[in-house]
């Protein structure tokens, strides 16, 4: 039966795990609104702006496999907690960014924190969920990354348009240091770390993990649709500020707009997964309603040529301008990002789930996980520079219809290769 996040927040080691979603999410979506400030003040193409997706993605390729084995096999509790120290000693070092550089060094120190806290606080919640309640453990903790998430997009947004970047990123590093401390305090030592060593190589352990073709079909379906995705989560805010010029209180209302739907729905659509099944169907759903959301985003350009702007008077909200103006722009990307939310509120669980199940059977949650992960950073490397050159030689509409194409493309690929196979006991070879 589904159960409420807030119920499920009642459990210590839920509490703690949450605690490193909220700090994780809510620093990745504050960053991407302060790329955007970067972009404008640096005035930089396509291309160096796809880079910034970029780096980040290359840094988390090169960690995900080694990483996954390692989680595997040592303490994930003290795993999780160096991720999140090292999350903060990020933030210090974004508040010393003065140059397009420095910004994709930051990107790649980002990415390497960003992947010990996603793999390891995932692999740590699938191994502790309950029995049956797997998808609803995992889909409420995405439902607390997403709230935090959309946290970030409104309370970041603030602070960087009212006190600045070195100001957001010290309330970014206190929310992370926090986050640690409930992870002492709450966390079980060792959760995960299972996997004997001696038992199989890590080699051996990925092969065992690639001759499923559940495995195979999800890899190469998340391939496609992180090359389409990260485009967005890349580009939207950077477009909401360089064409139209918002601020960063809208760009983050804007971005909103998906985290609110994902904050609201994930952890019950996680709780349908478990009580339907064929969460396969819930992955091809997501996906195809996500390559909706991309295709709707140009059309924030025919609004702005046909719609008029609306002036909001905000003097009474402490630390904003007296007024705000609301191109019509907004309204569109709002709307397409919602979508976009929606999308994967359908789709994330069950993907999670149904590789936390394969890794299970082999005692390497983290392993499959970060094959999760591979797949989806081969996809970030490429998608945001591609999509950027694609933009600086065509059109906007271009280079969102390519990544809309590209998702539902992956889709159809994905529902010809998934084949559920019967759970087997591995033994190493």
């Known amino acids: 039966m589904s159960r409420s996040i807030v119920?499920?927040?009642?459990?210590?080691?839920?509490?703690?795990?949450?605690?490193?979603?909220?700090?994780?999410?809510?620093?990745?979506?504050?960053?991407?609104?302060?790329?955007?400030?970067?972009?404008?003040?640096?005035?930089?193409?396509?291309?160096?702006?796809?880079?910034?997706?970029?780096?980040?993605?290359?840094?988390?390729?090169?960690?995900?496999?080694?990483?996954?084995?390692?989680?595997?096999?040592?303490?994930a509790k003290r795993i999780l907690v160096f991720g999140l120290v090292f999350n903060v000693l990020v933030f210090v070092g974004y508040a010393q960014v003065q140059t397009v550089a420095h910004v994709i060094i930051m990107r790649v120190l980002q990415g390497f924190g960003a992947s010990i806290l996603w793999i390891t606080g995932s692999a740590v919640v699938g191994t502790v969920a309950p029995g049956g309640e797997r998808g609803q453990?995992?889909?409420?903790?995405?439902?607390?990354?997403?709230?935090?998430?959309?946290?970030?997009?409104?309370?970041?947004?603030?602070?960087?348009?009212?006190?600045?970047?070195?100001?957001?990123?010290?309330?970014?590093?206190?929310?992370?240091?926090?986050?640690?401390?409930?992870?002492?305090?709450?966390?079980?030592?060792?959760?995960?770390?299972?996997?004997?060593?001696?038992?199989?190589?890590?080699?051996?352990?990925?092969?065992?993990?690639?001759?499923?073709?559940?495995?195979?079909?999800?890899?190469?379906?998340?391939?496609?649709?992180?090359?389409?995705?990260?485009?967005?989560?890349?580009?939207?805010?950077?477009?909401?500020?360089?064409?139209?010029?918002?601020?960063?209180?809208?760009?983050?209302?804007?971005?909103?707009?998906?985290?609110?739907?994902?904050?609201?729905?994930?952890?019950i659509v996680g709780g349908f997964t478990d009580q339907f099944g064929q969460k396969h169907r819930f992955i091809i759903a997501g996906a195809f309603c996500y390559a909706i959301g991309t295709a709707m985003i140009p059309l924030a350009g025919v609004a702005s040529q046909f719609g008029s702007a609306v002036t909001l008077h905000t003097g009474a909200i402490t630390g904003l301008p007296s007024t705000v103006t609301i191109v019509p722009a907004f309204f569109v990307l709002f709307v397409a990002y919602g979508v976009c939310g929606v999308a994967d509120s359908i789709r994330l669980p069950a993907s999670m789930a149904l590789f936390v199940e394969e890794g299970e059977q082999f005692q390497a949650v983290a392993g499959a996980l970060s094959l999760r992960s591979i797949a989806w950073k081969l996809g970030q490397v490429i998608g945001p520079v591609v999509v950027g050159v694609i933009w600086d030689l065509t059109d906007v509409v271009t280079a969102f219809g390519v990544a809309a194409g590209i998702i539902a493309g992956a889709t159809l690929v994905f529902g010809l290769l998934f084949h559920a196979e019967p759970t087997t006991t591995a033994t190493p070879e």
Do not use: C
């Not at 909220?22 to 396509?46: E, K, V």
């Not at 391939?223 to 064409?243: C, D, E, H, N």
């Open 137 to 267: 453990w995992l889909g409420s903790y995405n439902q607390v990354g997403a709230f935090s998430s959309l946290a970030g997009d409104m309370i970041g947004g603030i602070l960087l348009a009212v006190y600045g970047f070195q100001a957001t990123y010290a309330v970014l590093s206190a929310i992370t240091v926090l986050a640690a401390l409930f992870a002492l305090w709450f966390l079980r030592d060792n959760p995960g770390g299972r996997k004997d060593p001696e038992e199989s190589t890590g080699v051996e352990t990925f092969r065992q993990l690639g001759r499923r073709q559940a495995i195979r079909a999800l890899v190469v379906f998340r391939l496609g649709m992180s090359f389409g995705k990260m485009a967005v989560i890349t580009f939207v805010p950077i477009y909401a500020r360089t064409a139209f010029g918002m601020s960063p209180v809208l760009v983050g209302g804007i971005l909103a707009g998906g985290k609110l739907t994902k904050a609201a729905t994930q952890g």
């Open 7 to 75: 119920s499920m927040l009642g459990n210590r080691e839920f509490l703690a795990l949450s605690g490193t979603a909220f700090a994780r999410s809510q620093a990745y979506s504050t960053i991407l609104i302060a790329l955007a400030l970067y972009a404008d003040q640096f005035n930089t193409t396509g291309a160096v702006e796809g880079l910034f997706g970029t780096a980040m993605a290359a840094a988390q390729l090169l960690i995900v496999l080694p990483l996954g084995r390692y989680i595997d096999t040592h303490n």
